[in-house]
């Protein structure tokens, strides 16, 4: 299933790459307040979504564009064929494909895929986390003054920023500094390669946290919600981090 899921990151991020570099004019689409899809989000998607099918056709299917398929199998991949879409809207190479596969609820493998940097993540439950077929890790930072957090603004639920904007201001006075890069499943990536020591946002979907979750677990990280509970995929907000950074942060975001 890892491998199946490699080869659909890769078609998909080959899609991607050629939409970013031929030149032409993009359609986007406005899903809701500042949350776009093109055609290229809807192509890399369909591609994926084909190579799963020809090789599970019973599984079931969570996709960001194409929603929900009705299935009663125990298998269910979720999909995101373009995290960061504002990004590559505008050229800002920050953007990836992201595929995990649950197996009863429980994510059991993951793929992260940057085209741009052709850069791979994959992990396996119980399988170690790995770049490019390299092993990661998380950080073994120590502090929270001394990690650099990644974050993502709640652009589309507005209703967080005021308290999205106290986080803000306690995490900016009590890490060594805070990043936001525009795709989450990235930047969960990132934690789990030891870019960054820590993550959190609020108001997710499934699909942007699936596979970075599981990247980092198996890179030795600690993964919850708001509480340190599992319950982020249901809830949308999600903490990560290395883990005596990640139970910090926990406290200072509380």
């Known amino acids: 299933m890892l491998n199946v899921a490699v080869k659909a990151a890769r078609r998909a991020g080959a899609i991607i790459n050629r939409a970013a570099f031929d030149g032409t004019a993009l359609a986007v689409r406005s899903k809701q307040a500042n949350d776009f899809v093109t055609q290229v989000d809807q192509a890399a998607e369909s591609a994926i979504i084909d190579i799963v099918r020809r090789a599970y056709p019973a599984h079931a299917i969570l996709a960001e564009e194409s929603g ?66 390299r092993r990661i890790r998380v950080t073994r930072c120590p502090r929270l003054k001394e990690a650099l957090v990644g974050t993502g603004f709640p652009f589309k639920e507005l209703q967080h920023l005021d308290r999205y904007v106290r986080q803000l201001r306690t995490l900016m006075t009590s890490s060594a ?32 946290m699936a596979a970075g979750a599981l990247l980092i677990q198996e890179a030795g990280g600690l993964v919850g919600d708001f509480a340190g509970e599992p319950g982020y995929l249901e809830s949308g907000d999600i903490v990560a981090g290395a883990p005596k950074v990640f139970a910090q942060l926990l406290t200072a975001l509380r």
């Open 68 to 133: 929900a398929s009705a299935s009663a199998s125990d298998y269910r991949w979720v999909i995101d064929p373009l995290d960061g879409t504002t990004n590559f809207i505008h050229g800002f190479p920050q953007y990836c494909v992201s595929i995990a596969v649950q197996h009863r609820g429980v994510t059991s493998h993951a793929v992260v895929y940057d085209p741009a940097r052709n850069e791979l993540f994959t992990a396996s439950r119980g399988g170690g986390a790995f770049l490019n077929d």
């Open 177 to 208: 500094g805070v990043r936001r890069a525009g795709a989450a499943a990235l930047d969960l990536a990132y934690v789990a390669a030891g870019r960054l020591d820590a993550f959190w946002e609020m108001g997710l979907s499934p699909w942007d």
